[in-house]
Nanobody, 117 residues
Framework: QVQLVQSGGGLVQPGGSLRLSCAAS????????MGWYRQAPGKGRELVAT???????NYADSVKGRFTISRGSAKNAVYLQMNSLQPEDTAVYYC???????????WGQGTQVTVSS
């Protein structure tokens, strides 16, 4: 039984920082890609950042230079360090993990990030 459990998130003022964590359990295999997505009110779910098992990263243009994605060295875990947060970053953030099996994609439960004065 594969599960992704998220932690982090919360309320932060503009310019502040938050760190999101996501840990997978229930498998001995390594996910090919792990990443973070977000969904703002009235918007569809959008990609924030991804990282492969080899460490290759991709970022949405809107977060480049502010967010950093990383993986745990020995476990199926992924992190998102968010700096210089702005109100436009307010959304529910979801962790994802993908591999060459069925089901091929898993999702965390989501966590609210609110950036407001």
């Amino acid at each position: 039984q594969v599960q992704l459990v998220q932690s982090g998130g919360g309320l932060v003022q503009p310019g502040g920082s938050l760190r999101l964590s996501c840990a997978a359990s229930g498998t001995i295999f390594t996910f090919n890609v792990m990443g973070w997505y977000r969904q703002a009110p009235g918007k569809g779910r959008e990609l924030v950042a991804t990282i492969s098992k080899n460490g290759d990263t991709n970022y949405a243009d809107s977060v480049k230079g502010r967010f950093t994605i990383s993986r745990g060295s020995a476990k199926n875990a992924v992190y998102l360090q968010m700096n210089s947060l702005q109100p436009e970053d307010t959304a529910v953030y979801y962790c994802s993990a993908k591999w060459q099996r069925e089901p091929s994609e898993f999702w965390g439960q989501g966590t609210q990030v609110t950036v407001s004065s």
